[in-house]
């Protein structure tokens, strides 16, 4: 089993979830994240779940002394690296930004990792390094034409890795390209709690599901997918963390370079989601079609065929699991940017 492992962003949503599979399964973690985008209210919950402290550091990947004296203090063995930032239509209007978190933070963690013969390493990628799909479902072998500043930030991170996995036989990456993340912990005390109105969808509908919002406006109903509407594959987040986990262990006795997909393997559409989360909520989630998404692609789902072979890891959560461990979480949280300030 590895030593002790780094979790960067380990306040966040898909952070925090790992940080319990991860103490549940007997690792020891210490969380590092500059608490941007999360509050470290969450430690209070993580320690309710976990039944254990979890040591927090505060900084940014991009403080390379401050990484340095973290990994050396904790006698780190592993990093899992999911600090950065995720928003799409963000990145589009701030490519620099984008870049300098996500790729010179990368930089910066590396170097660190150098300095203390760290070779373990699982990168938090996105299922956006692949673009438009050649064909679909996505396998690893897809081409990655990302679209987007954020998802080729990601692209470039990856490929950064492959060249110094090519340099360093001794080193063990793991680049997980997630599908879309949904849901919450059973306890309903982490989820996805998103500054003020969140872009994605499942957030989006259990607002207008909660009163928050009056209805949800869907991004085009003229695709060419089963009803039109947009198809993603949607994987719970405790599945998504179990993925983290089962990485390592891979890890454990394989060096290089591997990238895997992190999905379902099934679409749903954006209305199928919608009467999924009415009966999980038994409401009505009112809505309005509007224009298609500037760049929003029609349908894309994953093969995850590489995982289930090399990693023994498939999803077990259903759409139905998603929209209600969703709802649940919602109801305990108001949608508000104080949210996160919450002390
Ligand atoms: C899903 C579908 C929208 C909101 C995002 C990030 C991506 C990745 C996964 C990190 C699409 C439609 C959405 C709404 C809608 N995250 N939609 N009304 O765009 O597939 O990817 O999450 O890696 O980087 O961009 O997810 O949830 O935003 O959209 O109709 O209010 O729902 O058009 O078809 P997306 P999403």
Known sequence: ??????????????????????????????????????????????????????????????????????????????????????????????????????????ISLLNALQTQSINTFIFSSSATVYGEPEYLPFDEEHPTNALNPYGRSKKHVEEILQDIASSNPALRIA???????????????????????????????????????????????????SDGTGVRDYIHVMDLAEGHAASLTFLESNTGWHAFNLGSGTGYSVMELIHAFEKEANCTIPYRITERLAGDIAEYYSNPDKAAKLLGWKTKRNLKKMCASTWKKTKLTLYSSDTISQK
């Open 1 to 106: 089993m590895a030593g002790r492992i780094l979790i960067t962003g380990g306040t966040g949503y898909i952070g925090s979830h790992t940080a319990v599979v991860l103490t549940q399964s007997g690792h020891d973690i210490v969380l590092y994240d500059n608490l941007s985008s999360s509050s470290d209210v969450i430690l209070d919950a993580l320690k309710e779940i976990t039944g254990k402290p979890i040591p927090f550091v505060k900084g940014d990947v991009r403080d390379a002394d401050r990484l340095v004296h973290t990994l050396k203090s904790h006698k780190i063995d592993a990093v899992m690296h999911f600090a950065g930032l995720k928003a799409v239509g963000e990145s589009v209007e701030k490519p620099l930004e984008y870049f300098t978190n996500n790729i010179q933070g990368a």
């Open 175 to 225: 680049c997980l390209r997630y599908f879309n993340p949904v849901g919450a912990h059973e306890s309903r005390l982490i989820g996805e709690i998103p500054k003020g109105n969140p872009n994605n969808l499942m957030p989006s509908i259990a607002q207008v599901a909660m009163g928050d919002r009056e209805e949800l406006c869907v991004f085009g109903d003229d695709y060419p997918t």
